[in-house]
């Protein structure tokens, strides 16, 4: 079962650092160019994780901030577990790039917060339904049928890792009641995901609860996954027909913590939740 732990998020780590490092010092970008010779587009590359600083280009940079001793080899390290490859990877040419960027995300994040009005939670799905999704929405995502089985594989390794792997990362969900209901592939399908419900509901580290169809949503927004980091600002990742949006910004990323505790508010409990995932699964034996 592959590590946790995300090169993309310690780069995005690593140009803030750096970031923080000039601001402090009160230069601009333009005075780092002139007095290391590079391009100010460089330094605002490695500053915003579009391009990952050499081991030369962090000590230059450690130099003229001034940072010696241990904070020094804390940069570098930095820089060298950015420059490794997450597991994921070697599918870079099956999904799309915002996806990747999540997948690494999620590898650093110690709580994900997920609303989903259509579908079961990606890291909650199962096997057979993952494909019915991807089979169903093929003629809309325009996903090659040859990457199908790469999709599989890559939820299904999220899954093991994220949730049933060492130190595995809190997971909460809400996610509305129509979602046991809509069908994706046979009962047999239907039956397997809402077991597997259960059994994941069990686990310490995980949270879900349902938005009963006779409660109107208190919000509206599709859904999105709020990702909590133990040293980096949360991010909130959404996605439609045409990819997906990462939204950074402070005040945006509130409205939709916001947004997400008035959800709770309205759902049921947990135990409430699972006792309505128990009369669904009785539903798709019929």
Do not use: C
Not at 88 to 94: A, G, L, P, Q, V
Not at 119 to 148: C, D, F, I, K, M
């Amino acid at each position: 079962m592959p590590e946790r732990g995300s090169p993309a998020l310690r780069r995005r780590r690593l140009g803030m650092e750096l970031r923080r490092l000039r601001e402090g010092l009160n230069m601009t970008g333009d005075e780092v160019s002139d007095r290391l010779g590079w391009s100010t587009a460089k330094i605002s590359r490695i500053e915003n994780a579009k391009t990952l600083a050499g081991q030369v280009d962090v000590e230059a940079l450690a130099e003229l901030y001034g940072v010696d001793g241990a904070f020094r080899e804390v940069l570098v390290a930095l820089r060298n577990d950015a420059a490794q490859k997450g597991w994921w990877e070697k599918y870079r040419n099956s999904i799309p790039g915002e996806y990747i960027t999540l997948i690494g995300m999620e590898a650093e994040a110690t709580v994900v917060r997920n609303w989903e009005p259509q579908v079961v939670p990606g890291l909650l799905q199962t096997e057979g339904y993952v494909r019915s999704v991807v089979q169903a929405n093929q003629h809309a995502s325009q996903v090659p049928p040859s990457w199908l089985q790469d999709l599989v594989k890559i939820r299904m390794t999220r899954q093991h890792t994220l949730l049933h792997g060492s130190g595995p990362l809190t997971h909460v969900s809400v996610f509305h009641e129509s979602v046991l209901r809509n069908q994706y592939g046979d009962a047999r399908v239907m039956r397997e995901q809402l077991v597997y419900l259960i059994e994941a509901s069990e686990l310490e580290h995980v949270e879900m609860r349902i938005l009963p169809q006779d409660v109107p949503p208190p919000v509206s927004t599709g859904a999105f996954v709020h990702l909590k980091f133990p040293d980096f600002p949360d991010v909130v990742y959404t996605e439609s027909l045409f990819g997906g949006r990462f939204v950074e910004d402070a005040e945006m990323v509130y409205g939709y913590e916001l947004a997400f505790g008035h959800l709770m508010e309205r759902a049921l409990d947990e135990v409430a939740s699972q006792e309505l995932i128990r009369e669904m699964i009785t539903y798709w034996n019929k």
